[in-house]
């Protein structure tokens, strides 16, 4: 039961994690939150569905246009709906409000594109299930855990050594003196969003052998995604992906000890517990700077 | 003088036909009901806009607020036997304490995080309305309730219920604004426009962000409750998250920190949202589209954008009369 629940949390978490890094390098690179997250997850869903099980290719490229897509995908949604909503006002709640309606779009396009039925995307590993200790899992649920450490140490050494990544750091901790240095913080700013894009992107990928693909995922990753970045520090890298496991490992072991009724408000209590309490997460932003 | 109030007062004439809208509308008792639902939401716009046009504070939890009003109302009158009337004001004054219980640790976030927080507790409020301790709110299946009686008359036809819905919506339109036009309005407004200065000048900046949350509340709250007794049934889809940016695009529509937007885009925002449900899967589309297009090109709205407009043309009309003198 143990073992069961404590992988079920893993692997819940470190989807919210990759949806929760997303949300974590937006605001680091814009300041501002992008609640279309989770539907961008849902278009890489899609987009993985259709290379894959439409068009037959194999998983690799399937994979890698599917991340590619994504990748242009954030860059269009930067430069044409974010950026001149920057300029035209300043507040940061009318972006917020932006992104829904960015998410609501992108919701009605994929309805349009792919049907509102949900859909089932086959296992894309020769091995569909591998036995640890006595219980049984989908190979993909392993491969996604993986994916996201993955994704998170890779971003993290990518913001700290590449050269973009240092200026993607700068460009978001003064937009202006960053720019006197000479870097472009138009292009680091895009960047920023087009990684993130892609890491949703490829967080539903993995998302679809295990749950299907379904529009009303996405909001439900929304939240869960923002959820685990506020609990473990926004705009921490490690923390996106800690929160993601905390609050993945409270609502399955509260639906497993206590009862399934009760998960989510137990999740969402805690989130709003943590913004009272301690405003910058678990891993405070201040001390653990990258 | 005289001649000028004449004038000012003139163009409110036209609203005299609104009391005399369910008579020419007899026959259609369904746009009568429509009517009763805009009053409803008249309400909680005017209320989301204290708290978002004046005092600056975006919030995601409207349809919580509206869920706390409805089923508080619809409980209380269920368990106590108190008159519709009393727990419907009894509701939003306990939606008005919730929101100020709530509002005291929210007031130190900015940004992100208050938008976070009001979606958590929208969050919150949907589940405990789901899975309610004892199914006391009837779960997914929702709770049917009675109609408001006053002195023995009860309003249960939707034209009866539109003249007390509309003494309501007056009453609370006109309390709105004279709130903004008083201290407190100046000093949600002051807060609005820049934090650090409103402190400066002597302005307890988290006492008015609480305040403007207490009456974000009631007004919400008590809008939901009238909207509980019209139904006569609620269930737990009319106070999910989606429906909180609902009331925001009505008064982003209407425009944000105005005496009559909030009833411009409440009305609007609803007519439309009814046409759109013939045509469900265009709902959303057409959401997304007139946000974007309200935040770029009116973000004062329509009645932000309609003043604009007359001031271009009046002083386009004064350059002419210079011109030709």
Known sequence: ???????????????????????????RA??????????????????????????????????????????????????????????????????ILATVAVSYIIQSLEIV??????????????????????????????????????????????????NTGKAMRAAAMDPVAARSCGINVDKTTRITWAISTTVAGLAGIMVGPIYGVTITLGTAMSAKGFASAVVGGYGDMYGAILGGFVISS??????????????????????????????????NAESVKD | MGKVSNKKYLKYLPLLIIPFLPLILAKYSYLVMLLCFVEIYVIATTGLDVLYGY????????????????????????????????????????????????????????????????????YVIYQLIT?????????????????????????????????????????????????INSRVGRAFLAIKQNQHAAEGMGIDYRKYKVYAFGVYGFYVGFAGALYAHLVGFISPETFAETQSVLFLIMAMVGGLGS????????????????????????????YGILLILFIVFMPGGIIGEGRKLIAKIKSKKEVDANVES
Request: hydrophobic share 55%; glycine share 10%; aromatic share 14%.
């Open chain 1, 113 to 162: 594109i792919w049907g509102a039925a949900p859909l089932a995307v086959p296992s894309f590993l020769k091995t569909p299930t591998v036995k640890i200790f006595g219980v049984i899992y989908q190979t993909e649920q392993l491969l996604t855990i993986a994916v996201a450490l993955i994704c998170m140490f890779a971003i993290h050494i990518f913001m700290k050594v590449s």
């Open chain 1, 1 to 27: 039961m143990f073992i069961n629940l404590l992988m079920s949390a893993l692997l819940l978490g470190s989807i919210y994690g990759l949806i929760g890094l997303g949300y974590s390098l937006i605001y």
């Open chain 2, 259 to 286: 005496n009559w937007g909030p009833v411009i885009g409440g009305t609007i925002v609803l007519l439309l949202n009814d046409a759109l449900g013939y045509f469900q899967q265009f709902q959303l589309l057409v």
């Open chain 2, 131 to 179: 899975r309610s301790p004892g199914g006391i709110t009837g779960d997914f299946n929702g709770i049917f309730t009675d109609r408001i009686t006053l002195f023995g008359i009860s309003f249960k036809e939707f034209q009866s219920f539109f003249y007390f819905g509309l003494v309501c919506t007056i009453i609370l339109v006109v309390l709105k604004i004279f709130l």
């Open chain 1, 30 to 95: 814009s300041g501002i939150m992008n609640l279309a997250q989770g539907d961008l997850m849902c278009v890489g869903g899609f987009l993985g569905y259709t290379f894959y099980s439409i068009y037959k290719l194999p998983i690799i490229p399937s994979i890698l246009l599917t991340m590619a897509s994504t990748f242009v995908i954030g860059c269009i949604l930067e430069k044409f709906v974010i950026r001149p909503i920057f300029r035209k006002s300043t507040t940061t709640s009318v972006i």
């Open chain 2, 55 to 122: 005092s600056g504070q975006i919030t995601f939890a409207t349809a919580g607020f509206f869920g706390i009003g409805a089923y508080g109302s619809v409980l209380i009158h269920k368990y106590t036997g108190i008159p519709v009337i009393l727990t419907i004001l009894i509701a939003a004054i306990l939606s008005c304490l919730i929101a100020l219980i709530f509002a005291y640790p929210v007031s130190k976030l900015r940004f992100a995080f208050l938008s976070l927080s009001t979606i958590s507790f929208n």
């Open chain 1, 250 to 283: 409270l609502e399955s072991f509260s639906a497993g000890y206590i009862s399934s009724a009760l998960k989510q408000l137990i999740a969402y209590a805690t989130v709003l517990f943590i913004l009272f309490v301690k405003p910058r997460g678990l891993l």
